[in-house]
């Protein structure tokens, strides 16, 4: 097969190294849309690495599909050009996904159009469906009065019924184009069906996951085995981190300082289990500095309790970071539609405990591989239950973590490319 994706991002945890999985049996290109303030018919520059051909385009950012003549020409040329069999769209906000899929149906070749919802950006503007303090209902497109609405519509003289109701046109007519609409959770997919009507087409895929230290997940099962049978286990898992005589649980957390991935409540949490003994690790990755991350970062730095782990690479997350925590954190604000940490957690049989977002908890089974919280409260009776009962979870098995490997989502990415899967399909 010939292949093109396009997308804003090169490097993502999951189809990055899809991609170069493609690449060793298939010809596979990849545009690059640079987001900037305006569009260039330029194809700024192209050049190849590992196997995988990649060309460069600078666009406006657009957040609502907005029509773009130039771009979809150019795209035009370059799909005529290339003559693909399957399309990809690695849909981020910002990205016109309307653009290219008009741009492949002017090219007139019969490609495969392929969209990866890796965000919500198809039906809302911030990609995020959350605003001002909640999740939306999103029960409509008419219905959504968010402040991202509302300045856009101003800002094109229309009410924001009107703007709403071009959305939701411009959805269908994106979703119409589309061979298949790839969501990343069962609750983004029902959304969409909501919002656009569609669901013919739609196939839920969650991402998989793979690292080089394969070797090492299975030291930890053993670890947790160990320990189980009252041996102590040391080294991986539940490390013998001994304080005062006895063990000192550790959890943790691993991302950004973006205000909806939801740190303030692990910190608010932790205040009330002070006076137990116990540690989180952080690793946090970089982000733009200003005076909320700053204060944020300090308060996260000062606090006793807490280790911050810098530089923590894919390539030396397990030594970094899993092998020293016993439970990972996810707070997230929004219904994140991946994410990664639960996937890697899950990959080193790291039971979780999540904030109750369904696009989260349906990837888990509570009770057997981690536990649910609704705010700050009641994180931290999560936390003070562990620490006071030495809660171990029976979670030493594999199938007690159900996690793809790069291979096994990319597998199953060419039988959708191929039209070998009948829609719908959940392929979770």
Sequence with gaps: MRIVHVSTLKSHPCFSRTVLLQARTHEVFFIKLNLCGSFSQKTDAVDQKNGVTYMYLNVREDRDFAANPGLEEKL??????LKPDVIHVQLFSGLNALSVLR????????????ITLHDHSLFC?????????GVCLLRSFEECACSSCLSVAQRKGLSVFEYNRLRKKRCQEMAALADVIICCSIWQRDVLARLSGEREKTAVLYYGVEFSGKKQGA?????????????AGVGSGWQQRVED????????????????????????????IRPFKFRIVMGITSGPSGSGNDALLKRITDHPRIRVVKDVGREDLYAKFFSQIDYMIIPSVWQETDPMTLFEAFFYKVPVILADRSSMTEKTTPGINAFVF???????????????NRILKPVRR??????????EYTRILENLYQGESDLPVEIC
């Excluded at 035009?76 to 050009?81: A, L, M």
């Excluded at 503007?125 to 303090?133: E, I, P, R």
């Excluded at 030291?219 to 041996?231: I, N, T």
């Excluded at 303030?264 to 205040?271: F, G, N, W, Y």
Aim: hydrophobic share 45%.
């Design 219 to 231: 030291v930890l099962g053993r670890a947790w085995e160990k320990f189980f049978r009252g041996l």
């Design 398 to 407: 594999r199938k007690n973590f159900p996690v793809k490997t790069s291979k």
């Design 245 to 272: 005589g006895f063990f000192l649980p550790s959890f943790g957390y691993l991302g950004s300082l973006w205000g909806l991935k939801g740190i303030e409540t692990i910190l608010d949490a932790a205040e009330q």
């Design 103 to 114: 741009a492949a149906g002017a090219a007139g070749i019969p490609s495969r159009k392929i």
């Design 76 to 81: 035009s040329q370059i799909f005529r050009r």
């Design 125 to 133: 503007l911030s990609g995020t469906v959350f605003d001002q303090g």
């Design 374 to 388: 609704e705010d700050a409260a009641s994180l931290a009776e999560i936390l003070r239950s562990i620490l006071e």
